[in-house]
């Protein structure tokens, strides 16, 4: 294993997040915690993952994209921020490409995704 690769999966370890195995097309709930003035707060940002960057290292980002109040909202999440509480499957999107960003000129009946009934998740130790 190269440095740099060996140095990311010692901060991946030393954050200690569990991650889920998702995609985009997924359904997924983002538990986002939300400070406001002395309180902090979990609030649950639930969307389709539209894109996944960078992969599974450290530097990885996702794209959650919901309709809200008639209005498509994007928001850009790190995969290991501090500020996530938990990351949950909704349900799983059978989609033939990696980014669907398509979906943004879409409305309505169009924009929907097919569900994986058969989903199997993957080995830890495969994708490594």
Known sequence: ????????????????????DFKAGDTIRVGYKVTEGT??????????????????????????????????VERVFPLYSTNID?????????VRRAKLYYLRSRRGKSARIAEVTNYKPLKSGADA
């Not at 010692?10 to 991650?19: G, N, P």
């Not at 938990?86 to 059978?94: E, M, Y």
């Open 1 to 20: 294993m190269d440095l740099i690769a060996q140095l990311e999966a010692e901060q991946i370890a030393e954050l200690s997040k569990d991650i889920p």
């Open 39 to 72: 309180r902090t707060r979990v609030q649950n940002y639930e969307g389709v993952c539209i894109s996944r960057k960078n992969g599974k290292g450290v530097a990885g980002s996702f794209t959650v994209r919901k309709i809200s109040f008639g209005e498509g």
């Open 86 to 94: 938990s990351i949950t499957v909704v349900r799983r999107g059978r």
